[in-house]
Structure formats: structure tokens, C-alpha cells
């Protein structure tokens, strides 16, 4: 764990860009080689030229193994965006908390990672409903404050599950149990 503590931001910053880097190539593989309609439905494609078309018509004709593919690819390249900005973000805010808690260490590797893909979910919920065309700034941020409270909530329990467990082992009750004998 000290060799990574030293190490800092490089392993997260070369897994970010690996799964960025992976990402955009699907994501290039997806848009340039799928085609993401039903062939038959060629007037979808003037009429969207044209405004003239509702999004259930649009979804009807849709692919949906190939809409599902390029949100994968979504959510793989935004967490690769997001793993760095996480990492910092937890070393940031970290220090003061632990500091109170009287904790150390680097923040975790599940923990951040977590974080990154919770960022990426949502890029990529916020593009399905983009494509719905019902992405609303409303809608988005709402869906960004669920994620953060879930967020705050698992930090919650794990901070409290540490901190209950330096306690228990301090003042176990069968050290005392045993001393009164």
C-alpha cells in the first residue's frame, strides 16, 4: 500500500487513459461501421433532416443492441475521464476528514473507482435521454443529485463501519469480562 501511496495519481491517471483510449476506439467502431436504424426505414432519416419526426418513431426503428453498445462505450471512456478528477478529488477532501476521524492512508482504489463509473452512468443516461429527446437541465441535474446522495450515503456507512470497528477493538467486552475474574 506505501508503494502505491507513493506512486500518487500515475496509476490512475494510466488506467483513465487506457480506458479512455478504449472507449473512444469503440465508440469510432460503433459510429463508423454500425449502422444504427433498420435499413427499410430510410424516410426516418429525412424526415429527422426535416424535424419532422417523434422520438417514438425514432426508438421504434432503432437498434437497440447497438444503442446499448455505444452507451457501454459511454460509460467506458467517460470513466476513464473521471478516474484522475476522482483520485484528486478523494486526496483533497480526504485529508480532512481522516484528520478528524483519526485515520491515514490514501483514499481506496474501489472507492474512487466507483465514483468514476457513477460519472459515467450518468454521461451516458443523460445521452439516452438525449436521445429520447427528453434530456431536460432538470432531469439531469435530479439524476446528479441522486447519485451524489448515494454516493454520500455509502461514504456514510463506510466511515462509520471504520470508525465502530477502532472502537470495538479497543474496548472489547471480553477484556473487561476477563479481568473481573
Given at each position: 500500500m506505501k508503494?502505491?501511496?507513493?506512486?500518487?495519481?500515475?496509476?490512475?491517471?494510466?488506467?483513465g487513459a487506457g480506458l479512455f483510449v478504449l472507449g473512444l476506439v469503440a465508440l469510432g467502431y460503433i459510429v463508423d461501421n454500425w449502422w444504427p436504424f433498420n435499413i427499410a426505414r430510410l424516410d426516418l432519416v429525412r424526415a429527422t433532416a426535416l424535424d419532422r419526426v417523434d422520438s417514438?418513431?425514432?426508438?421504434?426503428?432503432?437498434?437497440?443492441?447497438?444503442?446499448?453498445a455505444f452507451l457501454a462505450a459511454v460509460v467506458v471512456g467517460v470513466t476513464g475521464v473521471a478516474l484522475p478528477l476522482a483520485y484528486i478529488l478523494n486526496e483533497r477532501f480526504s485529508h480532512f476528514t481522516n484528520r478528524q476521524l483519526g485515520l491515514t492512508g490514501p483514499p481506496r482504489f474501489l472507492v474512487i473507482l466507483r465514483q468514476a463509473?457513477?460519472?459515467?452512468?450518468w454521461v451516458a443516461f443523460c445521452a439516452w435521454l438525449q436521445m429520447n429527446r427528453a434530456l431536460g437541465l432538470a432531469v439531469a441535474l435530479l439524476v446528479a443529485a441522486v447519485l451524489?446522495?448515494?454516493?454520500?450515503?455509502?461514504?456514510i456507512r463506510t466511515r462509520a463501519t471504520s470508525v465502530t470497528g477502532a472502537h470495538s477493538t479497543?474496548?472489547?467486552?471480553?477484556?473487561?469480562?476477563?479481568?473481573?475474574q
Open positions: 508503494f502505491m501511496a507513493r506512486l500518487g495519481v500515475l496509476p490512475y491517471l494510466l488506467l417514438a418513431s425514432l426508438l421504434d426503428a432503432a437498434n437497440s443492441e447497438i444503442v446499448l463509473i457513477a460519472v459515467g452512468l451524489i446522495l448515494f454516493e454520500v450515503l455509502l461514504q479497543v474496548h472489547s467486552p471480553q477484556s473487561t469480562v476477563g479481568s473481573k
